[in-house]
């Protein structure tokens, strides 16, 4: 079966350019995360979805962050324009919908963003 | 003061030794609580869930107490391969089943030959 997937899993660019990274959900799964992962701030929450919907976009840093999730099986996150201190490790994880405590996320390899 | 707050370390511990780590969290509105690892340049795995009465796996038990804020995890016979980052992670629990984790910034193990 395959888990979360994330498109490029490196990404250099230069400061002021448009970076688009992409997440493809387990199939099934109802809730879709976005997380940013710096050595400072540790594992930061950006936004989530339930059934495609923006729950809370309360983690998105500046107005040069959007997220989209046009279809169940497909997100996106843009940075535009990208600056250096976005540089940073950007996590998706989604999770089914579940009434119990033990509720797991299911992290995707990750994207490497460096911004020059 | 951060949401979750954990010692970053790193703890080198010799093999087969018992490691502990403790998290201490802000919100006691909380009401779930979990363990992660993290190998060095993976993604967070879930290790295990942390519940009122305790809980054990093997060789990893998981201790919460409320009135103190905090949980811990207990690591005995340690193992090369336990050698990773760990992330304390609670999160409040609404009439949803799921809801947004506040993570920790993580405790770093290094278990030596």
């Known amino acids: 079966d395959a888990g979360v997937i994330q498109s490029p899993r490196h990404e250099v660019t230069e400061m002021g350019q448009e970076v688009t990274l992409r997440c493809k959900p387990i199939?099934?799964?109802?809730?879709l995360f976005w997380y940013r992962q710096t050595m400072m701030r540790g594992l930061e929450l950006l936004i989530y979805?339930?059934?495609?919907?923006?729950?809370?976009d309360s983690g998105m840093p500046e107005d040069r962050f959007s997220a989209k999730m046009p279809n169940a099986s497909f997100s996106t996150l843009k940075i535009q324009p990208s600056e250096p201190r976005d540089s940073a490790v950007y996590f998706c994880?989604?999770?089914?919908?579940?009434?119990?405590?033990?509720?797991?996320?299911?992290f995707g390899p990750g994207t490497r963003l460096t911004v020059l | 003061r951060k949401e979750v707050e954990q010692d970053p370390g790193p703890f080198n511990v010799p093999e087969g030794a018992t490691v502990a780590f403790n998290c201490t969290y802000s919100?006691?509105?909380?009401?779930?609580f979990f363990w992660y690892r993290q190998d060095c340049r993976k993604e967070p795995k879930l290790l295990m869930s942390?519940?009122?009465s305790g809980n054990e796996d093997g060789r990893f038990t998981a201790q919460l107490n409320r009135a103190s804020q905090y949980i811990s995890l207990l690591i005995r016979d340690s193992k090369l391969s336990d050698s990773a980052t760990y992330l304390c992670?609670?999160?409040?629990?609404?009439?949803?089943?799921?809801?947004?984790?506040?993570f920790g910034t993580g405790t770093r193990l290094t278990i030596i030959p």
């Open positions: 994880a989604s999770s089914p919908t579940s009434g119990t405590v033990t509720d797991t996320q299911y």
């Open positions: 199939s099934g799964h109802d809730y």
């Open positions: 979805f339930n059934n495609n919907v923006p729950i809370d």
């Open positions: 919100n006691s509105a909380s009401q779930s």
């Open positions: 942390v519940y009122s």
């Open positions: 992670v609670v999160t409040p629990r609404s009439n949803f089943g799921n809801e947004k984790l506040t």
